[in-house]
Nanobody
Framework: EVQLVESGGGLVQPGGSLRLSCAAS????????MKWVRQAPGKGLEWVSS????????NYADSLKGRFTISRDNAKNTLYLQMSSLKPEDTAVYYC?????RGQGTQVTVSS
């Protein structure tokens, strides 16, 4: 059974940083590309970033380039999202995803 468990969310002030983690199990993590998506209050799912199986190719939504960094540790079956210079509009539930599978999400709130 595929399981994706996100953690690391919380309340942060504008300009702050957070690192999200996603622990994966139930599949061969190193064989699959992964992605982060988010859902802001009252809005649909928004793609944030993707990374290939080997971790050497990444893509980001244009609005997030330079502020967010996706990475993975295949030895630990873990996906990361380092977020910096956070803005109130980054407030959302963040999910890691593999194909059609998605975790339960972790809440990120950016507010003073």
């Amino acid at each position: 059974e595929v399981q994706l468990v996100e953690s690391g969310g919380g309340l942060v002030q504008p300009g702050g940083s957070l690192r999200l983690s996603c622990a994966a199990s139930g599949f061969i993590f190193s064989s699959y590309g992964m992605k982060w998506v988010r859902q802001a209050p009252g809005k649909g799912l928004e793609w944030v970033s993707s990374i290939n199986s080997g971790g050497d190719s990444t893509n980001y939504a244009d609005s997030l380039k330079g502020r967010f960094t996706i990475s993975r540790d295949n030895a630990k079956n873990t996906l990361y999202l380092q977020m910096s210079s956070l803005k109130p509009e980054d407030t959302a539930v963040y999910y890691c995803a593999m194909r059609t599978f998605r975790g339960q999400g972790t809440q990120v709130t950016v507010s003073s």
